[in-house]
Nanobody, 122 residues
Framework: QVQLVESGGGSVQAGGSLRLSCAAS????????MGWFRQVPGKEREFVAA????????RYVDSVKGRFTISRDNAKNTVYLQMNGLNPEDTAVYYC???????????????WGRGTQVTVSS
């Protein structure tokens, strides 16, 4: 089991940037696939980005390609989401999650953080 704590959320204007961090505790962090998801009230939690344990594979939802970058530092047990060119449609609670393998499927993720709010104003 992995405990996850997100940070770095906040309020920005359209076009701005934020970097989310997710600190993980527990053993064998490098063996986990890590993902970022987001959710707005009344909608299902949506996949945003995922990264494999070795960072060799990354995937993004189409709406964030070219603007968001997922990365990880296994020495620090931390995964990041760099978000550039933010727009109001990116407003959501962002969740970090861990899976036993690399995956873009929400159902594969067993451990979740509590989320961090990102608000983008126009």
């Amino acid at each position: 089991q992995v405990q996850l704590v997100e940070s770095g959320g906040g309020s920005v204007q359209a076009g701005g940037s934020l970097r989310l961090s997710c600190a993980a505790s527990g053993r064998s962090f490098r063996s986990y696939g890590m993902g970022w998801f987001r959710q707005v009230p009344g909608k299902e939690r949506e996949f945003v980005a995922a990264i494999s344990g070795s960072s060799s594979i990354t995937r993004y939802v189409d709406s964030v390609k070219g603007r968001f970058t997922i990365s990880r530092d296994n020495a620090k047990n931390t995964v990041y989401l760099q978000m550039n060119g933010l727009n109001p449609e990116d407003t959501a609670v962002y969740y970090c999650a861990a899976a036993p393998v690399f995956s873009v499927l929400r159902s594969m993720y067993k451990d979740w953080g509590r989320g961090t709010q990102v608000t983008v104003s126009s």
